[in-house]
């Protein structure tokens, strides 16, 4: 029997459906949150404007894997550039610096999955008190050290 992951049945989340979250006014839906899969993994869909990604910066507890949905997007890993769209995927080790952004002309979409999962608690918890990089950012660092992670550097040019 299929139910919303209560129990021994399945999680089943159909198109459209998981938990909403704005952190950083980047929407994204967490289709299976780390809560539902006993902390092992969390895996989400985040919308990209043209020209926005994140500061660089390192994961020390989980591996994230991202695969492109729909978009243009330039992947820096531990010094490396890659440009991936549409269907393609890459893997960034748990420790290594990286960041990303949209290179198109439009929003991109990514399908990113984090494990160990409890990562996402960090989206959680920066939407749940209202933070903004361009104001509250000593607190967003000190939330994101207790997630295991850190911002190392601006996002490239």
């Given at each position: 029997?299929?139910?919303?992951?209560?129990?021994?049945?399945?999680?089943?989340?159909?198109?459209?459906?998981?938990?909403?979250n704005r952190a950083f006014d980047?929407?994204?839906?967490?289709?299976?949150?780390?809560?539902?899969?006993?902390?092992?993994?969390?895996?989400?869909?985040?919308?990209?404007?043209?020209?926005?990604?994140?500061?660089?910066?390192?994961?020390?507890?989980?591996?994230?894997?991202?695969?492109?949905?729909?978009?243009?997007?330039?992947?820096?890993?531990?010094?490396?550039?890659?440009?991936?769209?549409?269907?393609?995927?890459?893997?960034?080790?748990?420790?290594?610096?990286?960041?990303?952004?949209?290179?198109?002309?439009?929003?991109?979409?990514?399908?990113?999955?984090?494990?160990?999962?409890?990562?996402?608690?960090?989206?959680?918890?920066?939407?749940?008190?209202?933070?903004?990089?361009?104001?509250?950012?000593?607190?967003?660092?000190?939330?994101?050290?207790r997630y295991g992670l850190e911002?190392?550097?601006?996002?490239?040019?």
């Amino acid at each position: 029997m299929m139910s919303n992951g209560s129990g021994e049945g399945a999680l089943v989340r159909r198109a459209g459906e998981g938990t909403g979250n704005r952190a950083f006014d980047l929407p994204r839906t967490f289709i299976v949150r780390s809560d539902e899969a006993g902390g092992s993994f969390s895996h989400w869909i985040e919308n990209v404007p043209a020209g926005a990604g994140p500061p660089m910066h390192v994961h020390h507890r989980e591996q994230e894997m991202f695969r492109i949905l729909s978009g243009q997007f330039r992947f820096w890993c531990a010094g490396e550039a890659q440009d991936l769209t549409d269907g393609d995927t890459v893997l960034i080790p748990k420790g290594a610096p990286h960041t990303f952004k949209n290179t198109g002309s439009s929003e991109g979409q990514l399908l990113i999955t984090l494990t160990p999962g409890t990562g996402d608690g960090f989206f959680i918890e920066v939407e749940r008190l209202g933070l903004h990089p361009s104001r509250d950012m000593p607190r967003i660092v000190e939330i994101a050290g207790r997630y295991g992670l850190e911002f190392v550097g601006p996002p490239p040019a």
